[in-house]
């Protein structure tokens, strides 16, 4: 709808090691999510066995039950447009990747491996896992199908809409596989995690998001695991995310007990244009993709965003204060430079009692003020008309007093047209 795309970030419930258990919450939210016309989901990391099976991920037994159930989510969804991204362990050529799992219409379009595995503190993931960071053009198969796998996958609808996926750690690397993404043409990006919980973490965890959406000049929609996953030694509270160019439209409640997800209409559309206007973005290194064709996506019955009517002005008196603030010493500094230079300590300008003349006095007024030169020698000069009224007149008159600045009246309207023959 109008470069518009409802995305969704879904939390499950989660009982570690048992994919059955956990596929029936994904199933359910796979569904809330088709019902209210989400374009895609994402899940959180290893959705379907528990991040925290650690070594049992290790196990035949585990990575079977995972893989019957992931068709039997497939056999599910067959009906369905939405396209879910769920976390999967992935065994490829002798060795268990970390990865993404994107799905629409009961198949597998793709698959992504994680590209930077932690092996710190409280996290062990070499144990089991090997990095896929130098996977591309590679396919492998999975229920007797060829399936791209590798990190050079992007995934279009040949409109607005071309989306790449990083897992947790990625993100956090100091060159996040998101930023190619974004170079190769991916205006949303999704991210899989299981971010534990710390002090101020959440609070980290969410500008990260933030402005990695706007770096990338992106929207950005992140899901990570929930209470289930939470052991003696670490605590998950199932952050929800999404942002988008810079700015976080919607997070949820931590710790909930319960499945749920979060939704929001990104504007792709504006995004595409955006970037069309910076030449940072048209500069930046392109590597070779596999760019993957998804089906036809559920449409919008209705826009659930809210269009701001004064995008550029703050809701909070104190945001709005100090955006104010921030304009005029702009503005003020801006007049300080060129009078400098011009070696001039006096101001003479039009004064209607309008928004750009006022801001004009203001700016002017503050500049004075800094460089403590006499306001008096701002003049300001109302010229009267027609089309002037006691209102505009008065307004001019009352700012000049308030200010001490120097007020000039010129009346046009006695003015002859003879003179200007």
Known sequence: MFGYYRVASAVNKTTVANPVKNAEEVIKLIQEAHTKEVSVVVFPELTLTGYTASDLLLNQTLITSQNQTLHGILNDTVDIQTIVIIGLAVLESDRLYNCAGILQGGKILGLIPKSYLPNKKEFYEKRQFVTGRDITRTNTELFGEEIPFGVDLLFTDSKDMTFGVEICEDLWAVTPPSNHMANNGANLLFNLSASNELIAKA???????????????????????????????????????????????????????????????????????????????????????????????????????????????????????????????????????????????????????????????????????????????????????????????????????????????????????????
């Open 203 to 421: 609070e980290y965890r969410e500008e990260l998001v933030r402005t990695q959406s706007g770096r990338c000049m992106a929207s950005y929609v992140y899901a990570s695991s929930g209470v289930g996953e939470s052991t003696t030694d670490t605590v998950f509270g199932g952050h929800a995310i999404i942002a988008e160019y810079g700015s976080t439209l919607i997070q949820n409640e931590r710790f909930s007990l319960e499945s749920h997800l979060i939704t929001a209409d990104v504007d792709l559309g504006r995004l595409r244009w955006l970037r069309l206007n910076e030449s940072s973005y048209s500069e930046g290194r392109r590597k070779k993709t596999r760019i993957i064709k998804v089906d036809e996506l559920p449409k919008m019955s209705k826009l659930e965003r809210q269009i701001n009517p004064m995008p550029f002005v703050p809701s909070l008196y104190a945001e709005k204060k100090h955006r104010c603030d921030e304009i005029v010493h702009i503005q003020a500094h801006a007049l300080i430079k060129r009078m400098s230079h011009a070696h001039i300590q006096k101001a003479i300008i039009g004064i209607s009692g309008g928004l750009d003349s006022t801001l004009a006095l203001l700016s002017t007024y503050k500049a004075f003020e800094i460089m403590d030169w006499d306001v008096k020698n701002i003049i300001a000069v109302t010229m009267p008309g027609f089309g002037t009224t006691s209102r505009t007149r008065s307004n001019a008159v009352k700012l000049c007093e308030a200010l001490s600045v120097t007020l000039k009246t010129v009346d046009i309207k006695d003015i002859s047209l003879k003179e200007f023959d």
